[in-house]
């Protein structure tokens, strides 16, 4: 799953998108990326043309990685050099979530979203997500939330080398402390984890803030075809698998 962005050197910063409930402003993060870069190393402008194909307020991140690689695609098409740090900046300057976008797409996150480690897990894996009819503002899920401190957990062990095995192990461990926040507004949304569970996912929960729900699945057993009754409600499900990504400076 994936949107497609092309970049054309310009006069100006443009953007035009697809989706048409998406600004084609600074309110678009792809838009706002281009801007922070262009305040910071000197370009004269460029063309954003931006195709939508991950759903938006479904918590999994599609403004943000669209304006990474924003960034990703000025740095190439302009020659900027910008060291890790400055980029970082801008990155966090956009939005909490941008920073990851510039690294490989598994990493440990710490701070505001400005401290990102790498670290080394399975792909061998496939994914189902599934997106509900609605959606869900980030923001108003954030403003109920009352987590406090950081809590210590196990999920440290993933500053090691994790195998297949060992994440399947590990499985039980993992949580989404805004889940239930969600499914106490939005209850028939237990019925996705519980599907996903049920159909064979070693692995279910919620996507960021919401409201997709994903499961992970042993390779070759993902049942894409055991969803046609949640599409005929109105969901949409996503066969998928993980990827790598070059990181952004090397």
């Not at 960034?71 to 941008?98: H, N, Q």
């Not at 949304?189 to 519980?194: E, G, Q, S, W």
């Not at 409201?211 to 055991?226: E, K, N």
Request: aromatic share 8%; with cysteine; glycine share 10%.
């Amino acid at each position: 799953m994936y949107d497609i962005i092309t970049l054309e050197e310009s006069d100006s910063i443009e953007l035009t998108c697809d989706d048409p409930s998406l600004p084609s402003n600074i309110g678009n993060l792809a838009y706002r990326a281009a801007a922070l870069l262009q305040s910071r190393f000197f370009f004269p402008g460029v063309r954003i043309e931006l195709h939508k194909s991950i759903p938006s307020g479904a918590g999994l991140g599609g403004g943000s990685s669209d304006a990474a690689f924003v960034l990703r695609g000025l740095i190439k098409l302009f020659g900027l050099k910008p060291d890790a740090s400055e980029l970082t900046e801008i990155a966090a300057k956009i939005g909490s979530d941008v920073p990851f976008f510039l690294g490989t797409g598994q990493a440990s996150i710490e701070g505001r979203g400005e401290i990102v480690k790498t670290v080394d897990l399975p792909v061998n894996y496939d994914i189902i997500i599934v997106k509900p009819p609605q959606s869900i503002s980030t923001r108003d899920v954030y403003r109920q939330a009352n987590l406090g401190l950081t809590r210590k957990s196990p999920i440290h062990l993933l500053s090691k080398k994790i195998s297949l095995s060992r994440l399947l192990a590990m499985s039980g461990e993992f949580r989404n402390d805004l889940e239930e926040i969600v499914l106490s507004r939005f209850s028939d949304l237990v019925y996705l984890k519980r599907t996903l569970l049920g159909t064979g996912a070693f692995l279910s929960g919620m996507t960021g803030s919401g409201s997709c729900f994903f499961g992970l699945f042993v390779q070759g057993t993902r049942p894409c075809g055991h969803f046609e009754n949640l599409e005929e409600r109105g969901y949409s499900v996503f066969c998928c698998r993980p990827i790598l990504l070059p990181p952004t400076l090397i």
